[in-house]
Nanobody, 113 residues
Framework: QLVESGGGLVQPGGSLSLSCAASGMIFSMYHMGWYRQAAGKQRELVANITSGGVTNYGDSVRGRFTISRNNAKSTVYMEMNSLKPEDTAVYYC?????????WGQGTQVTVSS
């Protein structure tokens, strides 16, 4: 199970932090990621982090967002800075290990003045 938290309303240029707490899995073995889906658009990768800690970012967020993980807490985080209106979306946590894949329920992030 994946449970996201930390979404909300923020002004352009502001910051938000997202968290995703995992349970029922050996968290350290899973590659973790954040995806987002804006209204009327396809879900897209925002960032991911491998079980070994290697990170990867979508072009639109590189340099503004930072993904990290704490295996002791079975939690993945994403720090989002310099937020733009186009970052508005539902953000989903994802966990992958071989054929196993899990999704969180999503958390809304709205960037608006």
């Amino acid at each position: 199970q994946l449970v996201e938290s930390g979404g909300g309303l923020v002004q352009p240029g502001g910051s938000l932090s997202l968290s995703c707490a995992a349970s029922g899995m050996i968290f350290s073995m899973y590659h973790m990621g954040w995806y987002r889906q804006a209204a009327g658009k396809q879900r897209e990768l925002v960032a991911n982090i491998t079980s070994g800690g290697v990170t990867n970012y979508g072009d639109s967020v590189r340099g503004r967002f930072t993904i990290s993980r704490n295996n002791a807490k079975s939690t993945v985080y994403m720090e989002m800075n310099s937020l733009k209106p186009e970052d508005t979306a539902v953000y989903y946590c994802n966990a992958k290990f071989g054929p196993r894949e899990f999704w969180g329920q999503g958390t809304q992030v709205t960037v608006s003045s």
